[in-house]
């Protein structure tokens, strides 16, 4: 019987030891053939255009083919959904928005648990949307849109990219935190949205820095403050939202990388390691700031304390906000 299970142990051993190895070996193997990156949304958007820097900068650095492919749809669902279900081998990867912390909350059947069933890589970037408002608006603060609100609550309204979107839920936070009233616009999109803005659809609208900042500058529309919790280089006289009155307030960007459940560790480590290179390079610094986005470069433990930390401030804001579920 001793020798029994000392001979199942030594099996065991050995079994342990050749996965471990077995793994080693794929994950210096890899990639031996193409890579996909999924992007959930339509092309030419902001993620978009951070998702195919990194395939181009993993292509040079790995030599293998990295290749963005775009599947959007159910605000970032369709692609998540996809990647979710995909095979844990290292060839399918997600990159994402806001949305994927949002959409727990305001979707009301998830077709994947977003802790659950993907690995959190890195967060990629971070940055912030503009409060702007068109110029026929008689406002040139947070503080004057406050009153302004309060003194029409409910006729006041501003557009975004979709109900449910980042943008939206930034005027939701806003308007529960500070008790103003004002109805919302959902557009089809980000390019929509700016043209109702400008054309006076809407008369606010929380859009991206770099999509609004030149419109503000040639006084198509009229800047009132930033999101995030410091000043666009951009435009340095133009205040936070946070220093305006409404302390604490605070909605950034971002966009992040994440592989299915059960990826094996090794390639994990491997991405995350080449992304690291990627984007800390001064070359790829360089391009991602001209496009509005601070590179972060983040741990995957890091990056899932984020997530969760996200989830919940949604949560509450779309409670808060009696947003209809989906």
Known sequence: MAFRREAAAAAL????????????????SWPSRPVRIIVPFAPGGGVDTVSRFLAQKLTEQLGGSFIVENRAGGGGLVGAELVAKAAPDGYVWL?????????PSVKSKMPFDALKDFVFVSQLTSGQFLLACHPSVPVKSVKELIALAKSRPGRLNYGSSGT???????????QSMTGIRWGHVPFKGSGPALIGLM?????FSFGSTTSLVDQARLGRVRAIAVTG??????????PTIAESGVPGYNVTGWYGLYAPA???????RKMHAETARGFNSPEMRERLIKAGNDPVVSTPDAFEAFIKVEIAKWAKVVKDSKLTLE
């Open 199 to 203: 054309g006076g659809e809407v008369d």
């Open 164 to 174: 449910g979107s980042i943008n939206h839920l930034a005027g939701e936070l806003l």
């Open 95 to 103: 990159t994402s928005a806001p949305e994927f912390s949002i959409n």
């Open 229 to 238: 919790p410091q000043r666009y280089s951009e435009l340095p006289g133009v």
């Open 13 to 28: 051993g050995l079994g342990v030891t050749l996965s471990v190895l077995a793994s080693g070996a794929f994950a210096q």
């Open 262 to 268: 059960a990826t094996p560790a090794e390639i994990v």
